[in-house]
């Protein structure tokens, strides 16, 4: 499966669908990570930072690899999967466990957490987000926005659940037409939105149009 760094558009689209992808991208880890639009105060404060820290800069200065980062993002996370052999199904573990994996670009591990809170917690819109954030990344595009899907049923307003949503159907589907449908529910369903957010969902809508008519 792809990764999200490897999902480019189809030849053609040309600068501006490039910018809208990269700005995508940079909105959607924000949005997923730490509660992009409106509404992130209903998300639950994990305990710790799930964040994996090197204890050192490396040497060189160079950026670790993906094992080393596993082996970080492990030796983490073995205290929150010693307490879970003891209660499973606590979804603040499984949660900061899922961060941590996140974190360290291993998004199959921190999707297997996450789903398994999810499973705990069914009607938990934000787990099912961060859920989502794994599954895109990992390039499992259809259950990502499955996810989001399932939390919209429990929260048809939720606006972290749309944003992504519409950024999963254009970035991961090229599907303009679901994507704009999201956004536009997002604004009409939260008019609390600050004033900067508010103007990155009409960013997106209208660079997502002038792409449409472009290519009619």
């Given at each position: 499966m792809r990764s999200i760094e490897a999902m480019a558009p189809p030849a053609g689209r040309g600068?501006?669908?490039r910018h809208v992808y990269l700005m995508a991208a940079l909105c959607l880890m924000a949005g997923l990570a730490i509660g992009y639009l409106a509404r992130a105060w209903r998300m639950p404060t994990p305990p710790v930072q799930a964040r994996v820290v090197?204890?050192?800069p490396p040497m060189s200065g160079r950026r670790p690899s993906l094992e080393e980062m596993k082996a970080m993002?492990?030796?983490q996370a073995a205290p929150l999967v010693e307490k879970l052999k003891a209660d499973p199904k606590?979804?603040?573990l499984l949660v900061q466990a899922g961060g941590i994996y996140h974190s360290a670009h291993q998004?199959?591990?921190a999707a297997a957490y996450y789903d398994r809170a999810a499973a705990a917690k069914p009607s938990d819109v934000a787990i099912r987000t961060k859920l989502a954030a794994s599954l895109f990344r990992m390039g499992?595009?259809?259950n990502a926005i499955d996810q989001l899907n399932q939390a919209l049923s429990y929260d048809p307003k939720d606006a972290n659940s749309l944003f992504n949503l519409g950024l999963i159907e254009w970035q991961g589907k090229q599907d303009g037409k679901s994507a704009l449908a999201a956004w536009q529910k997002l604004l009409k369903?939260?008019?609390q939105l600050s004033p900067e957010r508010k103007a990155t969902v009409e960013k997106l809508i209208s660079e997502v149009k002038a792409h449409r008519h472009q290519g009619e």
């Amino acid at each position: 499966m792809r990764s999200i760094e490897a999902m480019a558009p189809p030849a053609g689209r040309g600068i501006q669908v490039r910018h809208v992808y990269l700005m995508a991208a940079l909105c959607l880890m924000a949005g997923l990570a730490i509660g992009y639009l409106a509404r992130a105060w209903r998300m639950p404060t994990p305990p710790v930072q799930a964040r994996v820290v090197m204890p050192h800069p490396p040497m060189s200065g160079r950026r670790p690899s993906l094992e080393e980062m596993k082996a970080m993002a492990d030796k983490q996370a073995a205290p929150l999967v010693e307490k879970l052999k003891a209660d499973p199904k606590n979804t603040d573990l499984l949660v900061q466990a899922g961060g941590i994996y996140h974190s360290a670009h291993q998004y199959q591990q921190a999707a297997a957490y996450y789903d398994r809170a999810a499973a705990a917690k069914p009607s938990d819109v934000a787990i099912r987000t961060k859920l989502a954030a794994s599954l895109f990344r990992m390039g499992a595009v259809d259950n990502a926005i499955d996810q989001l899907n399932q939390a919209l049923s429990y929260d048809p307003k939720d606006a972290n659940s749309l944003f992504n949503l519409g950024l999963i159907e254009w970035q991961g589907k090229q599907d303009g037409k679901s994507a704009l449908a999201a956004w536009q529910k997002l604004l009409k369903t939260n008019p609390q939105l600050s004033p900067e957010r508010k103007a990155t969902v009409e960013k997106l809508i209208s660079e997502v149009k002038a792409h449409r008519h472009q290519g009619e």
